[in-house]
Each structure stands twice: as structure tokens, then as C-alpha cells.
T-cell receptor, first 111, second 112 residues
Framework: GENVEQHPSTLSVQEGDSAVIKCTYS??????FPWYKQELGKRPQLIID?????GEKKDQRIAVTLNKTAKHFSLHITETQPEDSAVYFC??????????FGTGTRLKVLA | DVKVTQSSRYLVKRTGEKVFLECVQD?????MFWYRQDPGLGLRLIYF???????EKGDIPEGYSVSREKKERFSLILESASTNQTSMYLC???????????FGPGTRLTVT
């Protein structure tokens, strides 16, 4: 069935370094790929998204890249800060309505 | 800045009880979703609805039902709560056109 694989499950980086989280999706019809950040005890919040007609999108220190041929998309965070520590989820729309989420990546930024 | 709200943040119920979790969104979104979040398992889709009175099963619908009588409200029902339904339940909504989604604050349900 449809699924999204996300790696790594945990990631520790030194403050100021970059972090990369990768996702692979199975449904070639997927056309919208959001990334959510969930801080401890809070709801997931959308931080960036990309649509299938675009290969890369950037918003300050955050960027997302999409490779439709390989069915891969990645989140890149540069110059990481302690407040970037959270769980990050990728997702892909399967069909018109449904989001399929990855299992999450716990990012720890070490000061 | 109210967008997606859920009826309870914390809920404790006994095994066998009927449980109602309610979600309301004020963004006129067509799509609404119920997810369950467990450590190491990510966000698993229970049910979703793309219109009033329409519903479709997600990945883990067993033991749950839903109701969507009004566009802004989507209810999750546990007909007979069991201990393995102890979890965090997250409601979300999204626009049919933009597909951008927002989550509610979550309901942490404990079944004893």
C-alpha cells in the first residue's frame, strides 16, 4: 500500500551544523509534500512544503528538495539552533485528500 | 487565531465505555482527519472525511467510527474503549485546493 519512509529516526547535531532528513514515498501520484515540526507537548506545525512542479524551495534556514523520479524528498536545516530541537514529520498526499506521514525524526541540537 | 480545536486535552475513561472526541475547525476546510500518535509509530490515519457525511477508512480504523454532520465538525467515536486505545489523538483539517493542513492540540486519552 501507500507509505512514506523517513530516515533517520534520531539525529544529533552540534549547534551551527546542518541537519538533513530524508523521506521516500511509494505513490507516484503524490503531488504535495509538507514538513511538520512538533515540539514537546505541542501540535505539529507546518514549517515548509513543496509541490510536485518544483524541485526545491527555501525559507531562511530551511529548504526542501524533491526528486520525483526517485520519489525522494529531503528537509535541510542550516545553522541549526537549540530551538530547532523537535520531532520532524514528512508527509505526502496520496490521491486528493489523504496525507501519509513518515514515522518522524527526533532532532537534537547540542549547544 | 483559533483554527482547529479539540474538545478535551486530557481524558481518562474506563474499559468498555463509549468515548466521543470532537474536533472543530473554523477555516471552512473540506477535508478533516483523525490521527493517532504513538511513540515510534508516527502519525497513523484512523479516518478521514472530504465532505459532510462522507468518510473513508484510514490505516487503522478498527475499533473506531466517525461522524461528520456539519462541515466544521468531525467526531471520533470509540464504541467500546480498550486499553490498547490509550494514545494521543490528533485532529487535522486541510483545504481541498491548497492541501495545506493544520492540526488541533491533541487529546491524550487514557483507558484504564
Amino acid at each position: 500500500g501507500e507509505n512514506v519512509e523517513q530516515h533517520p529516526s534520531t539525529l544529533s547535531v552540534q549547534e551551527g551544523d546542518s541537519a538533513v532528513i530524508k523521506c521516500t514515498y511509494s505513490d507516484s501520484a503524490s503531488n504535495y509534500f509538507p514538513w511538520y515540526k512538533q515540539e514537546l507537548g505541542k501540535r505539529p506545525q507546518l514549517i515548509i512544503d513543496i509541490r510536485s512542479n518544483v524541485g526545491e524551495k527555501k525559507d531562511q534556514r530551511i529548504a526542501v528538495t524533491l526528486n520525483k523520479t526517485a520519489k525522494h524528498f529531503s528537509l535541510h536545516i542550516t545553522e541549526t539552533q537549540p530551538e530547532d530541537s523537535a520531532v520532524y514529520f514528512c508527509a505526502a498526499t496520496s490521491g486528493t485528500y489523504k496525507y501519509i506521514f513518515g514515522t518522524g525524526t527526533r532532532l537534537k541540537v547540542l549547544a | 487565531d483559533v483554527k482547529v480545536t479539540q474538545s478535551s486535552r486530557y481524558l481518562v475513561k474506563r474499559t468498555g465505555e463509549k468515548v466521543f472526541l470532537e474536533c472543530v475547525q473554523d477555516m471552512d476546510h473540506e477535508n478533516m482527519f483523525w490521527y493517532r500518535q504513538d511513540p515510534g509509530l508516527g502519525l497513523r490515519l484512523i479516518y478521514f472525511s472530504y465532505d459532510v457525511k462522507m468518510k473513508e477508512k484510514g490505516d487503522i480504523p478498527e475499533g473506531y467510527s466517525v461522524s461528520r454532520e456539519k462541515k466544521e465538525r468531525f467526531s471520533l467515536i470509540l464504541e467500546s474503549a480498550s486499553t490498547n486505545q490509550t494514545s494521543m489523538y490528533l485532529c487535522a483539517s486541510s483545504s481541498f485546493t491548497s492541501k495545506v493542513g493544520d492540526f488541533g492540540p491533541g487529546t491524550r486519552l487514557t483507558v484504564t
